[in-house]
């Protein structure tokens, strides 16, 4: 592996916030996290493993994976989403702390295959911005704004759906 940085390790092994799944054979990240890909990583710890995008947005676009094998998030626990969500914390706070990084960072996660997943390995995207770099991520033929009642009636639908949940 390249750009171990910051002398952190990429050896795989069981995840301290999900305990040992083995890995998809078939899953380029699961192969980063294991060392039998290559990757520049950036940050690695027991929890989680963040290299930069091959295919960047910007220059310096981190993907911040779990350790743990997870499809979705439906399929990841929450203590494993929740050191994704701290490491991509920690690097976003050092891209924003120095301009020469950024001048605002975008976290993404898309979780399915609708919604532009196109690895099927839960990631999330930390993604240094500058003013006027051309990425938009805003629907350019968005529908007409819904109504409060309508937002509100959504908004009810969703409280009662997490009220439900075990």
Do not use: K, Y
């Not at 899953?27 to 294991?34: D, N, S, T």
């Not at 676009?61 to 399929?75: C, E, F, Q, S």
């Amino acid at each position: 592996m390249s750009g171990a940085a910051g002398g952190a390790e990429a050896a795989g092994g069981p995840a301290a916030t999900g305990g040992s799944t083995p890995a998809d054979p078939g899953c380029l990240f699961c192969a980063i996290v294991a060392g039998d890909a290559p990757a520049s990583l950036v940050h690695a710890d027991d929890d989680v493993v963040a290299f930069l995008d091959a295919v960047p947005v910007n220059t310096g676009h981190v993907l911040v994976v779990p350790r743990r094998h997870a499809v979705g998030l439906v399929d990841l626990p929450v203590p494993a989403g929740e050191a994704v969500w701290r490491a991509a914390h920690r690097i976003a706070a050092v891209m924003r702390a120095d301009p020469a990084w950024s001048e605002g960072v975008n976290l993404h996660l898309s979780d399915g295959e609708a919604a532009g997943q196109r690895v099927g390995h839960v990631h999330l995207h930390v993604i240094p911005r500058r003013r006027d770099d051309g990425l938009r991520i805003v629907e350019d033929n968005a529908p007409a704004r819904p109504s409060r009642a309508e937002l509100d009636s959504v908004a009810a639908s969703l409280v009662r759906a997490l009220r439900s949940e075990p």
